[in-house]
């Protein structure tokens, strides 16, 4: 269980987090299918990333340990038409020592909550088909996220077919 010192505390992201953002992507990029980024984004693609969340009124959160930022999490617009305006992708990536430890349920349960308060009503999750992504399922689950549908083979990363399931939870 969690010691007190070791509870995260999750805050908005600022741009001296984005190297430790980049970093606990990295080896998810590089290693598995669980992005289907097949570059890392370097800090001027995060910075980038973070000013047009900030301008459009998203939420970009970190969690950090003791000081270091531990894992993240942001909403992104699920598609560009204007009707989907109040839907959301949301993403959330942790550092493998920060894994099973609550850190990814205290990230996601404030990104719903700061969606909520962007006047989001609607929220993704796109899940993909790796083993990395076993804890991800249940953490969305754990939230209220529903399973909407399943697209087969939508992406090819290590040289292997990748499926993704779409997660759903309504904030209205």
């Known amino acids: 269980m969690d010691t007190p010192a070791a509870r995260p505390l999750v805050r908005p992201a600022t741009p001296d987090d984005l190297p430790a953002v980049a970093a606990i992507l990295e080896p998810y990029v590089l290693g598995t299918a ?13 910075e980038a990333r973070l000013d047009d969340l900030h301008d459009r009124g998203l939420p970009f959160l970190v969690a950090e340990v003791d000081g270091v930022v531990v894992g993240y999490a942001y909403a992104a617009p699920w598609r560009p038409k204007a009707a989907y305006r109040h ?40 899940v993909a088909d790796d083993p990395a992504a076993a804890g991800s399922l249940p953490l969305h689950r754990r939230l209220g996220f529903e399973v909407a549908g399943v697209l087969r083979d939508v992406g090819v990363k290590h040289g292997r ?12």
């Open 34 to 46: 669980v992005t289907f980024d097949e570059d890392p984004p370097g800090v001027p693609a995060w």
């Open 161 to 172: 077919s990748v499926s993704t399931m779409l997660l759903q939870r309504s904030l209205h």
């Open 87 to 126: 839907t959301v992708e949301t993403t959330v990536y942790l550092s493998p020592a920060a894994q099973r430890r609550g850190v990814g349920t205290r990230l996601l349960s404030a990104l719903l909550d700061a969606c909520s308060l962007a006047g989001v009503r609607e929220v993704v999750a796109v």
